[in-house]
């Protein structure tokens, strides 16, 4: 389960957009609940490829991959120095696999801003001044523990030692840890230092309801430059529509002219963010499931992300690509066109892949 953590300044609207993908995520049919902290929101991950595939098969019920969204209240100025809710707030953003970066940009003036003007990117630099420092206190850390390995001449370590010079030195000078690469003789140095400023990004710009939902060039450009991903969204217009009904909450987009769920960007952008492609079971009179694995996974791998007996057991797994199966209407008219393939454990499982295991 992949997990997301939403930050930003107070006010920048967390906490709205945290309450849209609660219900939003309460919605969901057919999602597995398990029990979750008042702070999580676990949400589907819309994919039209999975909808379409079970009408084809006759599966019901479809069951999305999911994400688990961690609001994460606390970042102030000086939060690193333990002001505001300060460590325990950056302890948790560590735990979480990507982050989403909530900016104001709505300048409604019934809402406070903690600096008393709305500037979204100066924003950012606030919030991401407060990641770099506590990156910079745990580099150090890490590095006077690592050093003194070093001296014993161990190799590993002394890659690690290398590197993490080179992260203090780029933190020092404003840089996130992510623009040093992992030293090739320490592969697990970047994972054992669990920095924020690593973690792939998305910046969600809130938006004035009823504006169009852009995100400012200023903004864009930081995302671009830094890697990062970026996205807009009006978060009390989502939290509203969230409240209504399917067929209510469409018809008050199309008077809005906003076509598609902002939410739903929202959620496949945090999808995006960790590089994941997504296979499919689906079988008639059961369900249809989307799987997360990372690219490059093989068949064998694959099978254990649905049942660790079938990664034991695998003997082959049948796989049609999604669009193929649409196309010819179901598992067998689309055997007899020859587009299903019988693959081994080493195939690489595709993004799209319709797969059924075979194994003993
Ligand atoms: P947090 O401190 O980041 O969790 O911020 P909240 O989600 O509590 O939002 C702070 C205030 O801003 C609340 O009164 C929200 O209703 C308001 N707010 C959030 N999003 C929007 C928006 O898109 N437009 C407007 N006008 N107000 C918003």
Known sequence: MMRVGIVGLPNAGKSTLFNALTRAGAQEAGYPFTTVEPNVAV????????DRVAETVGSAPVIHETIEFHDIAGLVRGAHRGEGLGNRFLANIRETDAIVHVVRVHDDPRVVHPEGRVDPLADVETVETELLFADLEQAERRLERVARQARSLEKEAAAEEGWLREVVDALREGRGVRSVPA?????????RLSALTSKPVLFVANVAEGAPPQVPGELLAHAEA???RATAVSARLESELAELENEEAAEMREELGVSESGLAAVVREAFALLDLISFFTAHQGAEARARAIRRGTRARQAAGAVHTDMERGFVAAEVTPWADLVEAGGYAPARERALTRVEGRDYVVQDGDV??????
Do not use: I, K, N
């Open 183 to 191: 030293p090739a003789d320490a592969p697990d140095a970047p994972m």
């Open 226 to 228: 830094s890697g990062a």
């Open 355 to 360: 797969v059924t295991f075979r194994f003993t």
């Open 43 to 50: 949400v589907g991950v819309p994919d039209d490829r999975l």
